[in-house]
C-alpha cells in the first residue's frame, strides 16, 4: 500500500539556502526508492516570524519497505550533519490525498 506524506520543515535562522540545497540532495534519492515528490513549495515568511515552516512538501512511496528503504539510505544518512546544521525542526504527517 502505497505511502503519502506531508513534510513540514523549518530552517535554521539564516539557513533557508542550506535546507533547499539539503533536500535538493536527499530528494534526488526518492526514485531509487519508488518515491517521488508529488509537490514542494517554500513558505512565504514575514521577517522575524518562524511560525511558519521553511518548506512543505508532499512525497509518495509505494510501500511502507519503499519508504523505509529511503530514511536508511546511507547516502541521506551520510549528510545527517548537513541537515542538523539547516534543519531546526521536521514534523512529518502521513496523509491521504483526496
Not at 39 to 61: C, I, N, Y
Not at 64 to 71: I, K, P, V
Amino acid at each position: 500500500m502505497e505511502v503519502n506524506l506531508c513534510v513540514l520543515l523549518w530552517a535554521h535562522e539564516g539557513r533557508d539556502a542550506d535546507l533547499s540545497a539539503y533536500e535538493d540532495q536527499v530528494l534526488g534519492l526518492l526514485a531509487e526508492h519508488d518515491g517521488h515528490v508529488i509537490q514542494r513549495a517554500k513558505t512565504v515568511v514575514r521577517k522575524g516570524d518562524d511560525s511558519e515552516p521553511t518548506e512543505v512538501q508532499l512525497l509518495r512511496f509505494a510501500s511502507e519497505a519503499a519508504m523505509d528503504g529511503y530514511m536508511q539510505d546511507a547516502r541521506r544518512e551520510a549528510l545527517a550533519g548537513q541537515r542538523e546544521a539547516a534543519v531546526a525542526m521536521t514534523e512529518i504527517m502521513r496523509i491521504q490525498l483526496v
